[in-house]
């Protein structure tokens, strides 16, 4: 099946500071989401980018589909950024499987 | 947008008993569901994927006869735990597929005791 790696597992800021999240995936996608999990559980979706570039705010998500990767950006974290950010993929010409990485844990201290 | 509620959203059961979670989607209709389980500090793992007035489709490993899935309408998807053990207790979320993309419900927190 497809391989998402992302990068890196744990991250922690000072508030205001940048960051870059990174997914590498193995094969062409469908689909290709970014989630943010609060500390409740809740997954909320972020950006639905299977290819270019969204920007929603303080956050904004690129997509490499020839290369394979798609990185996530943060600009001015906030401590109500802290959670788990995943990055999910459906693999082209397969199921509708969602297929997740195994995700970044980000600390944004005040 | 389009929202999946799921209940209940916490759950404490004595071990051998059976729990029912239900997906619903409120403002749409899922032909397809997707249950996915999740353990402290790991990330979601695919358990299976029920389609509506069928059987559902499981992934590797998982037991199809403790974990009990019906899609018996294009709103309601439930997830029965049956002779719930320890090792069963974890985090359970469902997921439906929109346009574009995919939405989740809340998620289950399980706890066998």
């Known amino acids: 099946g497809i391989q998402v790696e992302q990068s890196p597992p744990d991250l922690i800021l000072q508030e205001g500071a940048n960051s870059t999240l990174r997914c590498n995936f193995s094969?062409?996608?469908?689909?290709l989401q970014w989630f943010h999990q609060n500390p409740w559980g809740q997954l909320i979706n972020l950006f639905y980018?299977?290819?270019g570039t969204k920007q929603n705010g303080r956050l904004s998500a690129t997509t490499v589909a020839t290369e394979r990767y798609s990185l996530l950006y943060i600009s001015s974290s906030q401590t109500t950024d802290s959670g788990v950010y995943f990055c999910a993929v459906v693999r082209r010409g397969g199921s509708e499987k969602l297929v997740f990485g195994k995700g970044t844990k980000l600390t944004v201290n005040p | 947008g389009a929202v999946v509620s799921q209940h209940p959203s916490r759950v404490i059961c004595k071990s051998g008993t059976s729990v029912k979670i239900e997906c619903r989607s409120l403002d749409f209709q899922a032909t397809t569901m997707f249950w996915y389980r999740q353990f402290p500090k790991q990330s979601l793992m695919l358990m299976a994927t029920s389609n509506e007035g069928s059987k559902a489709t499981y992934e590797q490993g998982v037991e199809k006869d403790k974990f009990l899935i019906n899609h018996a309408s294009l709103t309601l998807s439930t997830l029965t735990v049956t002779s719930a053990h320890p090792e069963d207790s974890s985090f359970y979320i469902c997921?439906?597929?929109?346009?574009?993309?995919?939405?989740f419900g809340s998620g289950t927190r399980l706890t066998v005791v």
């Open positions: 980018i299977p290819s």
């Open positions: 997921s439906a597929t929109v346009v574009p993309g995919y939405t």
């Open positions: 094969d062409s996608v469908n689909n």
